[in-house]
C-alpha cells in the first residue's frame, strides 16, 4: 500500500506570496494533521483534520488554513509568505483522529525568497 | 523552557553497540509517547508508542516510560550503520494521538 503522499516535494516562493501544500493519506485513513519543520527543530502542529472537520489548531497566524475533501486528502494553504514560513512542511495520516498513531509522509520542502 | 527536551548529538557509536535516546518532558499532562526515526530529507517513520508508563519491546528496539521523572528513553541493541538517522520524541496528553510535541530530535551516527 501507498503511504502518505505529498506534492509538490519542493517549491520556491516570494515573500507575500501564497502556496497550496496537498497530502493524500494512506488508504483506509480519515484523519489528516499537518506539521512544520524548521531545519534542527522537531516538527510543530499546525492543524488536525477528522471526517472533514477541524479537530485541533496550533499556535500558527491566521495565515495558515487547511480543508479536507470527501476522499480525505488535505490542502495546506498559507497566505503572505514570509522568510520564517521556509521549512519542511509534512502531512500525516492516521485511522481514526485521537486513537490511532500518525504516520508522515516524506514532506514539502519550502523555501521563502 | 521548552516542553520536551531531547540533546541534539550527534551520538557516535560502532557497529554493534547498544544505543540509548532519551527525552525529558515537564507537562505532567502528556499520557501517549513516542519514537520517531527521520533519514535525511525523509519523512518521521513512526518507531514505537505507548501509552502511560512501562516498558514495550519491539525487535532491537525498547522504550521506557518513568512518569513519576518525567523521563522515556528508547535503547537500540546491536545497532547497525541503517540506524544512523534522527530520533524524534513525541508525546501527547489524554486527547490521544492529536497535537503531538516533538522533542529537537537526537542525530545517531552508527560507524561500522
Known amino acids: 500500500d501507498a503511504g502518505v503522499t505529498q506534492s509538490p516535494t519542493h517549491l520556491i516562493k516570494t515573500r507575500g506570496q501564497h502556496v497550496t501544500l496537498r497530502c493524500s493519506p494512506i488508504?483506509?485513513?480519515?484523519?489528516v494533521s499537518w506539521y512544520q519543520q524548521v531545519l534542527g527543530q522537531g516538527p510543530q502542529f499546525i492543524f488536525q483534520?477528522?471526517?472533514?472537520?477541524?479537530?485541533g489548531r496550533g499556535n500558527f497566524p491566521d495565515r495558515f488554513s487547511a480543508r479536507q475533501f470527501p476522499n480525505y486528502s488535505s490542502e495546506l494553504n498559507v497566505n503572505a509568505l514570509l522568510l520564517g514560513d521556509s521549512a519542511l512542511y509534512l502531512c500525516?495520516?492516521?485511522?481514526?483522529?485521537?486513537?490511532?498513531?500518525?504516520?508522515f509522509g516524506n514532506g514539502t520542502r519550502l523555501t521563502v525568497t | 523552557q521548552k516542553e520536551v527536551e531531547q540533546d541534539p548529538g550527534p551520538l557516535s557509536v560502532p557497529e554493534g553497540a547498544i544505543v540509548s535516546l532519551n527525552c525529558t518532558y515537564s507537562?505532567?499532562?502528556?499520557?501517549?509517547f513516542m519514537w520517531y526515526r527521520q533519514y535525511s530529507r525523509k519523512g518521521p517513520e513512526l518507531l514505537m508508542y505507548?501509552?502511560?508508563?512501562g516498558n514495550k519491546e519491539d525487535g532491537r528496539f525498547t522504550a521506557q516510560v518513568d512518569k513519576s521523572s518525567k523521563y522515556i528513553s528508547l535503547f537500540i541493541r546491536d545497532s547497525q550503520p541503517s540506524d544512523s538517522a534522527t530520533y524524534l520524541c513525541?508525546?501527547?496528553?489524554?486527547?490521544?494521538?492529536?497535537?503531538?510535541?516533538f522533542g529537537t530530535g537526537t542525530r545517531l551516527l552508527v560507524s561500522p
Open positions: 500525516a495520516s492516521s485511522f481514526e483522529g485521537a486513537n490511532s498513531p500518525l504516520h
Open positions: 513525541a508525546m501527547s496528553d489524554n486527547t490521544g494521538f492529536q497535537k503531538l510535541v
Open positions: 488508504s483506509g485513513h480519515k484523519s
Open positions: 507537562n505532567s499532562a502528556f499520557q501517549y
Open positions: 483534520y477528522y471526517e472533514k472537520e477541524e479537530r
Open positions: 505507548t501509552y502511560s508508563s
